[in-house]
C-alpha cells in the first residue's frame, strides 16, 4: 500500500506526484475525471486547486475529489 507524501501541479491534467518510497511519478489525470465528482476537475484552473490530506495521505481538490494512492502509483510514469 502507497502513500503520498507531497503533489505538484504540473500542466494540463498532470501532477507530480511524491510517494512514501521516495519515488517521483507524473500522473496525468485526463482520462480519469468521469463522474459527477471529477467533473469540475476537467476545469484546469480548479484542477490546480489540489493539495495533500495528510489525514488520508492522497492528493484531494476543494469538493473532496481524491484518488487512491495505489491508483496514483499504478498509473503514473516514473521520474528521476
Same mark, same amino acid.
Given at each position: ?7 505538484? *501541479? ?11 518510497? #521516495? ?14 465528482? %471529477? ?6 484552473? *480548479? %484542477?490546480?486547486?489540489?493539495?495533500? #490530506?495528510?489525514?488520508?495521505? &492522497?492528493?484531494?481538490?476543494? #469538493?473532496?475529489?481524491? %484518488?487512491?494512492?495505489?491508483?496514483? *502509483?499504478?498509473?503514473?510514469? &516514473?521520474?528521476?
Amino acid at each position: 500500500m502507497h502513500w503520498i507524501t507531497d503533489v505538484k *501541479y504540473v500542466d494540463g491534467h498532470k501532477l507530480k506526484v511524491k510517494f512514501e518510497n #521516495n519515488e517521483y511519478k507524473i500522473v496525468d489525470l485526463k482520462s480519469y475525471l468521469d463522474g459527477k465528482i %471529477f467533473e469540475p476537475l476537467k476545469d484546469i484552473s *480548479y %484542477f490546480k486547486n489540489v493539495t495533500l #490530506n495528510k489525514d488520508i495521505d &492522497t492528493v484531494v481538490w476543494p #469538493n473532496n475529489a481524491d %484518488f487512491s494512492p495505489d491508483f496514483l *502509483y499504478e498509473v503514473g510514469q &516514473t521520474i528521476k
